[in-house]
């Protein structure tokens, strides 16, 4: 399958890596435009969290994880990762003493 044509026919799986701020709403859009999502994150209590239809963000609602639960997996299992066709990284990646991103959370999932 060409990815072009499955974004458009909706049938690629999306990877969303760290489900925090920017992950987490992240799912809940692509679920909202029909997509297969599969969420990762190293913390386990939040995927716990997650798959009990309990939001830890302020700011989302649970009934909107509850709505689109069947659409996406949650999972601390990284070697799914390879079952996507496409992957958004959205892990923290502060600044090292020489104001360069830390990519130790990335570097440590290879």
Do not use: A, W
Request: with cysteine.
């Amino acid at each position: 399958m060409e990815l072009i044509q499955g974004i458009k026919t909706k049938q690629v799986k999306i990877g969303i890596m760290g489900l925090g701020y920017v992950g987490l709403p992240l799912v809940i859009e692509f679920c909202k435009k029909g997509f297969q999502v599969i969420g990762f994150d190293v913390d386990n209590e939040k995927v716990e969290l997650l798959k009990q239809g309990k939001s830890y963000i302020k700011h989302i609602n649970s009934s909107l994880i509850t709505h689109h639960s069947s659409l996406f997996t949650l999972t601390n299992d990284f070697s799914r990762l390879s079952e996507m066709d496409c992957i958004i990284i959205c892990v923290p990646t502060p600044l090292n003493k020489y104001r360069e991103p830390d990519m130790s959370l990335i570097q440590q999932r290879q």
